[in-house]
């Protein structure tokens, strides 16, 4: 600490392409403050360094990482055990929204070819990791790898998904039962804290709100909209729904807010020149015109009344006497958008996974996380949209490299237990 601009100079004379820069050993700052000095010394030393971060996702680094360093580990260390692995792809999955071209979540490297799963459990491990765009960072022993290793790891239509241009993180669109092992935390737990963001208008108790006394509360929880690390951060600030408190970080004056009725702005009480909007996904900035709808998260940015991401106006709803706040924002096909709490798909016995690409086809990986075979269907709706339900997609399989011909509205397999079907489908 202290030496960044030295330490960035030297590895840049050697030749270096890529620093994991670990959080071990430190004095004690915050990594939000700890790591942007070896940023600033890498943009100086002449030579483009991967800047990948690694304090183990404690202090949620997707929140603010992205204008820091080009990835962030989001977990704990991997381990080469299936309950292991998968339980860091739960912890991964909720934070798509966060990644990006040029940024991207980082659940730890492969384990693939280390001998503790199967092929089969390695190959949805592969799968999985390039569909959610993570760094690809072979954990084997490269001298002495198997056959079978070698061709999961040498899949070149499968890393063509990891290297997309479009840089969408792949997500889980559908799943049924209850996995069995470890599972991650579903973004932050329902009963405690989620994130706000900003999506369809619709009935859902997911858009409820209730305005009083300078808080805004959800109607499922009564959780407060709340400014992540207090001041800390301010501008770009993540905002999320958390347990109401007065004590505490800023003695509870980040979960209050000023509703400024003459340019429909919410401001904060602790800086009213910081407003809420509305940001898109990062994902979202570059998706293809073919995707369904856009997605926005929220954050505190200064205000400027000019922007309709900034505006935002009460409709009664007839559930409870609460209101829906709606943006002044709309998706695509020109829906109106609403405050929402973050609801995402939970972990399953089975799972489609899903996520857009560049050429306008989608990357699909049926996950059989259970214990027995089974059937898994990927339904076009959850893959591409409610306007794909009806259609006629091509899906080919790139593990196998073989076309599968045309299906209309899905697409079903039988699916062995631990393993996984990688697809990618296209219109006829």
């Not at 208008?201 to 805004?216: F, M, N, Y």
């Not at 399953?348 to 996974?353: F, M, P, R, T």
């Not at 996380?369 to 709706?381: D, K, L, Q, V």
């Not at 959850?382 to 196998?400: N, S």
Request: hydrophobic share 35%; glycine share 8%.
């Amino acid at each position: 600490l202290g030496f960044e601009d030295i330490d960035a100079q030297t590895w840049a004379s050697w030749g270096i392409d890529y620093l994991k820069y670990d959080n071990c050993y430190t004095d004690g700052k915050s990594p939000k403050i700890r790591y942007p000095p070896m940023r600033d010394a890498l943009n100086k030393s002449g030579r483009p360094i991967f800047f990948s971060m690694c304090e183990w996702g404690v202090d949620d680094p997707a929140f603010w990482a992205p204008v820091v360093g080009n990835s962030w580990r989001t977990t704990g260390d991997i381990k080469d055990t299936w309950a292991i692995m998968t339980n860091r792809l739960d912890l991964n999955e909720p934070l798509y929204p966060y990644a990006g071209p040029g940024g991207w979540n980082d659940p730890d490297m492969l384990e693939v070819g280390n001998g503790g799963m199967t092929t089969e459990e390695y190959q949805a491990h592969f799968s999985l990791w390039s569909l959610m765009k993570a760094p690809l960072l072979i954990g084997c022993d490269l001298t002495n790898m198997t056959q079978a290793t070698f061709a999961i790891l040498s899949n070149t239509e499968v890393i063509a998904i990891n290297q997309d241009p479009l840089g969408v993180q792949g997500r889980r669109v559908w799943s049924a039962g209850t996995p069995t092992g470890t599972t991650g935390s579903n973004t932050k737990d329902l009963l405690s804290t989620v994130a706000a963001t900003v999506s369809r208008c619709t009935s859902s108790p997911s858009q409820q709100w209730i305005v009083k006394d300078s808080r805004i509360t959800d109607a499922t929880g009564g959780r407060c909209l709340d400014i992540d690390y207090c001041r800390d951060w301010m501008s770009g600030n993540h905002v999320s729904v958390y347990p109401c408190h007065t004590g505490g970080c800023s003695n509870g004056t980040n979960e209050l807010w000023f509703w400024n009725h003459s340019d429909a702005t919410i401001r904060t009480r602790e800086d009213l020149s910081m407003c809420l909007e509305a940001v898109p996904y990062r994902g979202d900035l570059t998706m293809h015109p073919s995707a369904p709808y856009r997605n926005y998260y929220v954050q505190t940015r200064p205000c400027d009344s000019n922007l309709a991401s900034q505006r935002w106006v009460t409709v009664d709803s007839t559930i409870n006497s609460t209101v829906s706040i709606q943006n002044g924002v709309s998706d695509q096909l020109g829906v109106t958008m609403c405050l929402s709490l973050f609801e995402d798909v939970a972990p399953g016995a089975l799972e489609v996974w899903a996520g857009p690409l560049q050429d306008n086809t989608t990357a699909v990986v049926l996950l059989n996380r259970g214990e027995t075979e089974a059937n898994i269907t990927a339904s076009w709706s959850d893959v591409l949209g409610p306007y794909a339900a009806q259609e006629t997609l091509l899906v080919r399989d790139v593990i196998a490299h073989a076309e599968l011909g045309p299906f209309q509205s899905s697409f079903t397999a039988l699916v062995a237990p631990h393993a996984s079907r990688t697809l990618k489908v296209s219109k006829v």
